[in-house]
């Protein structure tokens, strides 16, 4: 009988600290990082690997440039 009405208390106990409402986790908000969908890109000027300077205006295609930023793993 001792047994039984341990292993129910246990057991009550158990879900009680199951069923206590846990507090809402808080998610931390990112920066947003760079320039919102469809903004203009402010203008640059850089050199290339042959030391021509290219600009916006230089690289920009018939359909418009795509300016991608890579950082290799090996720098």
Avoid: H, Y
């Avoid at 009550?12 to 990112?30: R, S």
């Amino acid at each position: 009988m001792r047994v039984s009405a341990t292993v129910i208390c246990l057991f009550a106990i158990l879900v009680a600290g199951l069923a206590q409402e846990k507090p809402p986790v808080q998610q931390p908000v990112a920066s947003p990082v760079g320039l919102p969908v469809g903004a203009k890109a402010p203008g640059i000027a850089l050199s290339d690997q042959f030391g021509r300077t290219q600009t916006n205006e230089t690289l920009k295609g018939t359909k418009g440039t795509i300016l991608l930023f890579f950082r290799s793993a090996d720098w």
